[in-house]
Structures are given as C-alpha cells and as structure tokens.
C-alpha cells in the first residue's frame, strides 16, 4: 500500500522546547496580567517554577488508559491553580478558573515560532509530494494549532491532541483511531514521533513509524526508521509513495 499521511507530534519533531518554553512562560505572563493584573515577569516566573516541580503536579494522577483523560484535566487544572497561589493572586471562582484551564495552552502559545529550521521547508517539500499532513500530540488541540500556527495551512489531515481524541496514550488504540478517522488503510500511514514507545505502538497497530531522534541519543528504534531530522525523512516518503 502507498504512504498517503503523514502524522507528526509537535515537541522535539516539529518544535524545539528550548526555544518553546520560555516563549509559553512570557506568553502566560501577557495572558494573565491583562486578566488578573501583576506583572508579567511574576505570573512567568510563577510558570516556570511549576514547570520545574511538573512531577509533583501529576504524582497521584495516572494518565494511561481508558480513565486517564479524568486525570489529564485535573493535571492541568491543578497547574494552572498553582499560578495564583504562586503569585499570591486570588483565585477566580472554579468555573472561571476550569475554563482558564482549558483556553490557556492555545493562548499562551500563540506568537511563539518555536519550530526547528529544517521544520517549514520539509512539511512544504512533502505536501508537494501528494501527502496529506496530521498531527497526533499529548498536547490540546488549541495548543497543537496556535504552536504550529507558522505553517497550519500545510496540516489539511487530521490533528487529534489529547483532548479531541478523549486519550492521552499514544498507544495502538490510538493509533488504530487516527487511521479510522482518516479513513484510509493503516499501512498508508507513517507516524514520526520523537519516542520510542509510540513508535513502537504505531508499528503494533499495523501503522509505519519513524523515531526522530535529533539529540542523536539513540542507536536502535522499535520503529521502522530511525531518523536524525526531517531532511533524513524526505527520501523514506519518496520510496514509499
């Protein structure tokens, strides 16, 4: 069967965190200053301070399986509380505050063009090849788009975050839904993940998987194809169109 789709996750394929992270921190401080009042360098210091104790957050939360989605959420509203407390703002009501949850990763992302210089000119050079781009990310869909917003236009196939897809594992299950959705047969499509355990999961559920490994950590993938970055993708798309 000829590849049709290509699926992507967004942070260390598509985005590089180093630059990511300190951009979502300064957008959380524009976000909630012009809310709540403060400063802007306070709420992002707030921001990074919970990045930094991220575990703690999620130690008694379990967000594998068919539940995980529950925990998800209380994932992030608990993070999202912890910057009043950590600024001493006072809280808003809880439906005020479950609804700043759910808004602020695609609010605080937008402006931020993190993504790596080999990332635009690879996406253009394969939807010229014929292939229909998606997304399938551990993150929400607000922020998959605002991330990705410097070349959305290139993403026509399907962008399933956590949230739409209703599961945070990217696990077969996953995987077999994403091919469903689009309508197309597994073995046309390639999921390019920068782990292994997807990529493992991807070429369980009968999907072709690429593990981009760009600090070149790693020696052997489960994947089908081990790749470096995107320029190392364009010659696999090529042979199996």
Not at 78 to 98: I, N, Q, S, Y
Not at 179 to 206: F, H, N, Q, W, Y
Not at 225 to 241: F, G, K, Q, S
Request: aromatic residues 8%; glycine residues 8%; proline residues 5%.
């Amino acid at each position: 069967m000829a590849l049709t789709h290509l699926f992507f996750d967004v942070h260390d394929v598509l985005i590089d965190n180093a630059l990511n992270i300190p951009c979502y921190a300064t957008g959380i401080g524009r976000v909630l200053v012009e809310r709540y009042g403060g400063s802007e360098d306070a709420w992002a210091a707030a921001n990074r301070k919970v990045i930094a104790d991220w575990d703690s957050y999620y130690t008694d939360l379990n967000l594998s399986g068919d539940e995980g989605m529950h925990d998800y959420f209380e994932g992030m509203f608990r993070t999202t509380r912890a910057l009043f407390r950590l600024t001493g703002t006072p809280e808003p009501p809880f439906e005020e505050l479950w609804a700043l949850t759910l808004e602020l990763p695609g609010l605080a992302t937008k402006g931020c063009d993190a993504l790596y210089p080999d990332a635009r000119d690879a996406l253009s050079r394969l939807r010229d090849l014929g292939l229909t781009l998606g997304v399938v990310s551990g993150a929400p869909e607000n922020q998959i788009r605002t991330s990705l917003e410097p070349v959305i236009d290139l993403f026509t196939g399907l962008i399933s975050g956590s949230d739409t897809a209703d599961r945070f594992d990217k696990d077969e299950e996953r995987y077999l839904a994403v091919a469903l959705r689009s309508g197309v047969p597994r073995d046309s499509c390639l999921i390019v993940d920068d782990k292994a355990d997807p990529t493992a999961a991807a070429r369980r559920a009968g999907l072709l998987s690429a593990q981009c490994d760009r600090a070149r950590r790693v020696q052997r993938s489960p994947a089908h194809y081990l790749i470096r970055n995107l320029v190392e993708l364009m010659p696999i798309c090529e042979a199996l169109i």
